[in-house]
């Protein structure tokens, strides 16, 4: 779909920095943080988090709790649908 085509051109782009880039997808967000981005000790596996779909659906007394014990930066990023690249 055109929203993997997204993620994956951003996976490429940070992997050909030097990231080790994890992708994960699901709903809710929180539920992914909780399984994903900590390993069986409770430590945060990532060093920063690039969110696309965040915004959508989240409860804030789950989602922000997680985010602060991940203690990593977090970047909101957004998709612009309807314009070409040169707009």
Known sequence: SGQLKVVRAIVDA???RGFNVAATVG???DTQIARYYFDPAGRPRVEAVVALAMKFGNVPEKIVPLLERLGVPVVNAITL???SQAD
Do not use: S
């Open 14 to 16: 940070l992997e050909a």
């Open 81 to 83: 649908y309807g314009k």
């Open 27 to 29: 709903y809710p967000a």
